[in-house]
């Protein structure tokens, strides 16, 4: 795709409309909980800032279907950022008409507003045209720098960049993008791919997609259990999905097919239930008590990932490999996040469990990127183009 980069933009005395995905959660009082997608467009805003433009952001932030709701509105953001950019920011909280107009043409170079939610205005999900024009008319340059809402053909993201003639992306979306290629489009061999969660449904197309792709197939989590069903091997109590066995070895034999292989668990780590840590015991894949689940992956299967993580130069991971919210059964994912950490290999980490279960483990730095998307990330995978990334190609 033929897509500008910001630091191509002459942004001196120009207005930036800037799409930025500030969907953070909120505690009861309203906190922000977790600040990572804001501090994730510092640099962007910075650059933005120091050129000479001034700011106006647009984001979402939960589901309001297309009317205000007090709780989701983003002025805790607004304060945040200003803390963060050492700076004031704006909060222009009036309806999109006229008076919001025209606060936003009185700005100067240097400083930012935040419009809020954009998500209250049912035009935004509906991709309406008109409303898309109406934010153009914002700005002289629009700069979208939100890839977490990149899959979604919105307003804020699509119909507006067929009104102004300068669009572009920002840093995040740009590293998003070169990551992407790097592991996907353009990766160093051999390729191996960690797939994870809970359920092979949300999945298939991603999985079908990326045995195009790799040389190894890595597979863990409670979606384990459903390729073990389709190799007839008793599963006890663990997590199936029962309408996706076909499913399951469907892939198995597309891998076939491509010569990949696929990775599954030779141990795990079983108990009665979540609430029964105390009960937990390592036992092989083939003799999983009828009244136990898995819950993790075993020593030996973090072993034999291990052999095959070693020898990857690329590695994509989309999914945690066993119940990580209980620590008890974290320990799997922990102990390949430190070998992929140490691998030396270039290593993408996307989806928003797999993002929690790499932060939670410790070794987060030790990545080489970690995507801000939880369903764009997926919808890469999948092999999809991204709505708000086609329109930035002009």
């Known amino acids: 795709m033929a897509i500008q980069y910001l630091d191509k933009l002459n942004l001196k005395g120009k207005r930036a409309l800037i799409r930025v995905d500030y969907n953070v959660p909120y505690d009861k009082s ?74 936003v043409d009185a700005l100067k170079a240097g400083e930012v507003a935040l419009l809020e939610n954009i998500r209250f205005y049912p035009e935004e999900e509906k991709n309406d045209d008109g409303f898309g024009k109406w934010l153009a008319s914002l700005c002289d340059v629009y700069i979208n720098d939100a890839f977490a809402a990149a899959h979604r053909g919105h307003a804020s993201n699509e119909a507006v960049t067929r009104h102004v003639k300068e669009c572009a992306a920002g840093f995040l979306l740009e590293h998003e993008i070169e990551y992407f290629r790097k592991a996907m489009v353009e990766p160093a061999k051999p390729v191996t791919a960690i797939i994870g969660g809970v359920k092979i449904s949300t999945k298939i197309e991603a999985l079908k997609n990326i045995i195009k792709k790799v040389d190894y197939l890595i597979i863990g989590g409670g979606m384990a259990f459903t390729f073990f069903k389709a190799k007839d091997v008793a599963i006890g109590k663990s997590l199936l999905e029962k309408d996706h066995v076909s499913t399951a070895r469907e892939i198995l034999d597309l891998a076939k097919q491509h010569k990949v292989e696929i990775v599954l668990p030779v141990d795990v780590v079983v108990a009665p239930g979540l609430d029964s840590p105390d009960k937990k015991k390592i036992v092989p894949i083939d003799q999983i008590p009828d009244d136990m689940a898995g819950l993790d992956v075993g020593p030996k299967t973090v072993e034999l990932y291990g052999s095959i993580i070693r020898k990857s130069k690329t590695i994509v991971w989309n999914g945690p490999l066993g119940a990580f919210e209980t620590s008890a059964f974290a320990e799997g994912t922990n102990a390949v996040a430190r070998i992929v950490g140490d691998s030396g290999a270039l290593s993408v980490i996307g989806g928003g469990d797999s993002v929690s279960a790499i932060n939670q483990s410790g070794y987060a730095e030790k990545m080489s990127y970690i995507s801000t998307g939880g369903g764009a990330f997926l919808e890469l995978l999948e092999g999809k183009t991204l709505p708000a990334i086609a329109a930035l190609d002009k």
């Open 30 to 103: 309203m906190n922000i909980t977790d600040d990572t997608r804001i501090t994730a467009t510092l640099p962007t805003l910075k650059y933005c800032i120091e050129n000479g433009a001034s700011l106006v952001l647009v984001s979402h932030l939960g589901r309001p279907d297309g009317k205000p709701v007090p709780s989701m509105s983003l002025a805790p953001v607004a304060r945040r950022l200003a803390e963060l950019l050492g700076r004031e920011v704006k909060f222009f909280d009036e309806p999109i008409g006229e008076a919001l107009k025209a606060r």
